[in-house]
């Protein structure tokens, strides 16, 4: 499992969001680098974001959702075509997990555990 996870649920359909796109970028001097990417599984989960011998360091961090094609593949229109979660890394031996919650026209996002 990835120092860094997400979940995805969507709060207007009652359930897991799956096959959400996901990318996760690194703060560098030159701007963002990528990480790794994937997509949710069935349960809205994303437990292998980055390659399995990556340590997170201190910094600043991006995950960014591709939540208008989920939209679209599930038939809902939304307001949003993605969603940008900056945060930084303070402790790197802690494991991160970004949960989303999700709906067409707003979503909460916290640190989850």
Same mark, same amino acid.
């Given at each position: 499992? @990835? &120092?860094?996870?997400? *979940?995805?649920?969507?709060?207007?359909? =009652?359930? +897991?969001?799956?096959?959400?796109?996901?990318?996760?970028?690194?703060?560098?001097? =030159?701007?963002?680098?990528?990480?790794? /990417? =994937? $997509?949710?599984?069935?349960?809205?989960?994303?437990?292998?974001?980055?390659?399995?011998?990556?340590?997170? !360091?201190? !910094?600043? %961090? /991006?995950?960014?959702?591709?939540?208008? @094609?989920?939209?679209? $593949?599930?038939?809902?229109?939304?307001? %949003?075509?993605?969603?940008?979660?900056?945060?930084?890394?303070?402790?790197? $031996?802690? *494991?991160? *997990?970004?949960?989303?919650?999700? @709906? +067409?026209?707003?979503?909460?996002?916290?640190? &989850?555990?």
């Amino acid at each position: 499992m @990835s &120092g860094i996870t997400t *979940h995805v649920l969507d709060t207007a359909r =009652g359930r +897991p969001a799956a096959d959400v796109p996901v990318t996760l970028e690194a703060k560098t001097e =030159g701007g963002w680098s990528l990480v790794g /990417r =994937g $997509a949710t599984d069935a349960d809205g989960r994303l437990r292998d974001l980055a390659p399995a011998d990556f340590v997170p !360091g201190a !910094g600043d %961090y /991006r995950l960014t959702f591709d939540v208008g @094609s989920y939209f679209n $593949a599930t038939g809902q229109r939304g307001f %949003y075509t993605e969603v940008c979660v900056s945060f930084v890394v303070q402790d790197p $031996a802690s *494991h991160y *997990h970004v949960p989303l919650l999700l @709906s +067409p026209y707003g979503y909460t996002t916290y640190r &989850g555990s």
